[in-house]
């Protein structure tokens, strides 16, 4: 009869500690502040959202929660920090498609890949709108389009960086209309958006979230909707395909993630602070009212969403609607 190999008590004693780990790190999780990075200037829609769940995480977990504003390049430099981070939970992404997904599949070189980060949970989606300086003229988006037409790579249109997802609705809209514009990168939203406003830039895409105070002034004229309904916000305000223009609806999304192979207990923790502050009615009824689908629910969710989003944007690249830039 074969004898039986004693296995080494050391291994047993191995393995429950092991096994002990995630969750001593979950309940001392977090024992100092916690940097949330948003990889683009201040005032714009991803640092509007941070700051929104920023004080109640705090709340929540019991250590400040600093906002890190980190623009340029689309958002590559903020989430390069983050994917080349510890994996301890103590540095998140406000994330949007540009810079984990965009700054990937649109580089031939990229910084980083879209496995560096690890999901923690999907905040929501809105259809962008097209935003125009109150001086230029023309009215809708149909107007918009008709102008660029007729003034053939004279139109300055911003964006908050290349291979930002308001660098990609440009592209998505070149490709719909016909029309040929001339891109204006910047390190972010809001520096794009003062540059429409001053008249250095014609028009952009952006969100509700970032443009609702200026739309309110008159100081922006809001051109058209890029989604299958209008926004309540602006409910005047007709979508692109109530306007004639197909094939052009663009959205953004929002959502946390941190550096891969972060514990799981710890993203976990995280995760169930932000369905929390998701369900506080001043949270959910501020973002619903700037236009966002509110998301909210586990990691993997999150995971899944963000896997189809770059699968759809591999096929737009397939189909030479979008160009890998060298």
């Known amino acids: 009869m074969p004898t039986k190999k004693k296995i080494p008590v050391g291994l047993f004693v191995l393995a429950a500690f092991v096994l002990c780990v995630p969750a001593a790190i979950a309940q001392t999780y977090p024992d100092k502040p916690v940097r949330m990075i948003v990889p683009f200037t201040a005032g714009g829609s991803n640092d509007i959202i941070a700051r929104l769940f920023a004080q109640k995480l705090g709340e929540y977990l019991g250590q400040q929660f600093i906002i890190d504003n980190r623009g340029g390049a689309g958002g590559a430099i903020g989430a390069q920090l983050v994917a080349g981070a510890a994996p301890d939970g103590y540095t998140l992404l406000m994330n949007n498609p540009g810079p984990s997904i965009h700054n990937v599949l649109l580089r031939r070189k990229p910084l980083y890949v879209i496995d560096d980060f690890a999901p923690i949970m999907h905040i929501g989606s809105a259809s962008s709108i097209v935003v125009a300086n109150a001086r230029l003229p023309v009215a809708s988006m149909k107007e918009l389009v008709a ?63 970032a443009s609702e105070a200026h739309i309110a002034t008159g100081r922006l004229k809001v051109m058209g909707v890029a989604g299958a309904k209008r ?23 929002f959502g946390m993630v941190t550096t891969a192979k972060t514990p799981r207990a710890v993203i976990d923790k995280l995760n169930a602070a ?7 009615p001043e949270i959910r009824q501020r973002l619903e009212r700037l236009g966002l689908e509110v998301a909210g629910g586990a990691p993997a969710r999150f995971g899944s969403f963000m896997r189809e989003e770059a699968d759809n944007l591999t096929r737009l690249i397939k189909r030479g609607a979008l160009k890998v830039e060298s």
């Open 231 to 253: 926004h309540t916000a602006i409910a005047e305000t007709a979508t692109f395909e109530e306007q004639g223009i197909r094939g052009a609806n663009v959205y953004t999304w």
């Open 147 to 209: 102008y660029a037409k007729a003034n053939p790579g004279k139109v300055n249109w911003a964006s908050g960086g290349n291979n930002s997802n308001t660098h990609i609705s440009i592209e998505v809209l070149k490709a719909a209309t016909g029309i040929d514009v001339l891109h204006v990168p910047y390190k972010g939203t809001a520096p794009a958006l003062t540059d429409v406003l001053s008249g250095q830039a014609d028009c952009m895409f952006t969100s509700v979230i």
């Open 274 to 280: 932000l369905n929390r502050a998701l369900e506080q």
